[in-house]
């Protein structure tokens, strides 16, 4: 149902700022008012009743109609009422700045809202037709992507047994040893080396494979024999987990206490009964099983790559600037998803986030709100129609997905507008895809990973070269 009547919406300022006024129709808030005595009537002692006893007319006036209507238009009645309104107009809201007047003269009245509400700015679309734009992709060898699976398969249905007393590491051993480290709080020049709780273990047991360590460590012993003693020299990553230790030099002094060589089992249809994911009953049904599995995970690299390129070529065309706040309510929003989906206490999660480059996050979430800012725009440029065919189909798929019951009309009716957004823009990208010349470059990795590397020093250059440009204006 339609509960707002009347909306009025002030000019937009240099700083994307309007002034909403709304009116409702009358008796909206009736429900809510009459909520609010019964809340009072349980809380309030009035002489000569017991507590939630007494009749309603001695409860106004005992509370007043001014506290029972602060009451009935409490913060989630009123942002609806707004939120509805913003759906009616079609507002591209970052977000509610402020209430500035509230009013509901009696309950049978209309309730009168005027807020302040900051927008995105509007997007001055450059071209988005004909673009030229290059995707580099990893080249896709689905034989050789098959039998690395395979081996990984084998590897983690391995057992392991004692080496013999004479035999030296190798990677995929696994070893037991004891370790005893220090790291650098001084400089090169003048080191400090310092212990820290956490950088000692004795029969520490760890397969010898890259990542399994600080890097560099495990790689270190390969080579060595049971009873052997050593130094090893090693840096934590800029980006480790904690702040005291990122990119400090360290040093471990080491002991080898075991040694355990890897058996790997046959590959056969034992083995694929065996394994979980994916479930097989044979050698064969696996690997068609795998080899379905990275054929569809390379499909979707693939279209991730391209919306990648894509996207870039149309930021750079297109006039567009992400709001701060935007960036900060959507980084806020990203930690309370984490900390819910992984269960993880908010406060403990903003810990975490700060031992994060931020800088980064937030310099990926701004080309992610940039990209949706174009994409919306050209959704209501390009007026892409959904069929209510269509429209019916993905409302059963969301039911599914969140067990909401299809025939729930008030669900529904909130989450119609943004189904049918998801919609349009799924037709958005097919449309540019298919209105653009893509070209695909096949490259190796390292080839990419070069690129990328290449393309961010100079993107970190130029940045330096402006920041020092600034800086001279500032001084002129």
Not at 331 to 349: F, H, K, T, V, W
Not at 372 to 396: G, H, P, Q, Y
Request: glycine share 4%; proline share 3%.
């Amino acid at each position: 149902m339609d509960y707002v009547m009347k909306i009025e919406i002030g000019d937009r300022d240099q700083n994307n700022i309007i002034t909403l006024s709304l009116e409702t129709e009358a008796g909206i808030a009736k429900d809510s008012y009459e909520e609010s005595i019964k809340a009072a009537r349980r809380q309030v002692n009035i002489p000569g009743f017991r507590k939630g006893k007494a009749p309603k007319s001695m409860v106004i006036d005992y509370v007043g109609e001014d506290y029972l209507k602060s009451r009935a238009l409490h913060q989630e009645f009123l942002l609806s009422l707004l939120n509805d309104a913003v759906k009616k107009e079609q507002l591209d809201i970052v977000t509610i700045l402020s209430l500035d007047k509230v009013e509901l003269e009696s309950s049978e009245a209309p309730v009168v809202l005027e807020a302040r509400i900051e927008l995105y700015p509007e997007v001055q679309l450059g071209q988005y037709k004909d673009l030229e734009v290059e995707v580099d992709v990893v080249k896709f060898d689905l034989d050789k992507q098959l039998e690395e699976s395979l081996e990984r398969i084998q590897k983690s249905h391995s057992s392991f047994e004692d080496a013999a007393e004479d035999a030296v590491i190798a990677m995929g051993d696994q070893i037991d040893l004891d370790f005893d480290g220090k790291f650098n709080d001084g400089t090169d020049e003048e080191p400090n080396w310092v212990a820290k709780e956490g950088m000692k273990a004795e029969g520490h047991t760890v397969v010898v494979e890259p990542g399994r360590f600080i890097d560099g460590f495990l790689e270190q012993t390969v080579g060595m024999k049971i009873g052997t003693e050593a130094e090893l020299d090693v840096r934590f990553p800029a980006s480790y987990g904690v702040p005291e230790l990122q990119d400090k030099a360290a040093k471990f002094a080491i002991k080898i206490n075991k040694i355990s060589k890897a058996v790997v089992p046959e590959l056969d249809d034992e083995l694929a009964k065996k394994n979980q994911n994916p479930k097989a009953d044979t050698l064969d049904d696996l690997k068609a099983k795998l080899k379905e599995n990275l054929e569809e995970a390379n499909k979707k690299e693939r279209e991730a790559a391209t919306d990648f390129a894509l996207f870039k070529a149309l930021r750079t065309a297109t006039e567009v600037e992400v709001p701060e706040k935007a960036i900060e309510m959507t980084l806020r929003n990203d930690l309370m998803q984490m900390s819910r989906m992984y269960g993880i206490p908010a406060e403990q999660m903003q810990a975490i986030m700060q031992n994060i480059a931020i800088d980064k996050e937030k310099d990926a979430v701004k080309e992610r709100l940039a990209n949706t800012m174009i994409l919306n725009t050209i959704v209501k440029t390009e007026d892409f129609e959904v069929s209510e065919n269509e429209l019916n189909k993905a409302w059963e798929e969301y039911c599914k997905q969140t067990k909401i019951k299809a025939d729930n009309e008030e669900a529904k009716a909130n989450q119609i507008d943004e189904i049918k957004l998801n919609l349009q823009s799924d037709k958005a990208k097919e449309f540019l895809h298919s209105k653009n010349k893509i070209s695909y470059n096949e490259l190796t990795e390292e080839e990419i990973k070069a690129k990328q590397e290449a393309e961010a020093a100079k993107t970190e250059e130029s940045e330096a070269d402006e920041a020092k440009e600034d800086k001279a204006e500032a001084k002129a």
